[in-house]
């Protein structure tokens, strides 16, 4: 098992500076979730816990059991987040491409069955462009786009199986 050790000052380097509510209220700092998130790209395959290091005189255990609990539950939640996020994207890069595909082929028979009039000349210039604008508008999101979705959804899939424990820092 490998784990993940992030050294704090405090318990508020895990929370945004512009939130002062309680431990179980307040909001995870982009600066805290950078850091794990660097972490976890270091790490080769982390299966572990995340291990929080503060200063022995700083700790408080009541506090401790508060903001484990919070943060597991957010891991949690934006894991399902992620994970509905990557489902519907992927259903509408699907769709995008079929619609694209079936533009294609029906532009294509219906140049072929038909005569080459007005109608249908201006019909297969108007389809055409749409057709392949939809099909490279669908390769594109599933080779750029959803790839960055699936990254964001599994590093929320391995950290929300991780449990938070707190140590001294030495």
């Known amino acids: 098992m490998q784990d993940v050790k992030l050294w704090l000052d405090s318990y508020d380097d895990i929370y945004s500076d512009f939130d002062s509510r309680q431990y179980h209220k307040r909001r995870i700092s982009e600066d805290f979730l950078d850091e794990l998130r660097n972490e976890l ?24 059991i508060i903001i484990a609990k919070g943060l597991s539950e957010y891991f949690i939640k934006q894991y399902e987040f992620h994970k509905n996020k990557c489902q519907v994207k992927l259903k509408n890069g699907i769709l ?10 029906f532009n294509t028979w219906f140049s072929f069955h038909f005569s080459q009039s007005f109608a249908v ?10 057709g392949w604008f939809l099909l490279w508008a669908a390769f594109d999101f599933l080779y750029y786009d959803f790839t960055k979705l699936k990254a964001e959804r599994n590093i929320y899939k391995q ?10 820092a030495e």
């Open 121 to 130: 000349n201006f019909l297969r210039i108007l389809l055409e462009p749409a």
């Open 159 to 168: 950290i929300s199986s991780a449990q938070i424990l707190f140590a001294n």
């Open 41 to 64: 790209k270091i790490s080769e395959k982390f299966d572990g816990n995340i291990i929080l290091l503060l200063p022995k005189s700083k700790r408080a255990e009541a506090s401790e």
């Open 96 to 105: 995008l491409f079929t619609s694209g595909f079936f533009i294609m082929l």
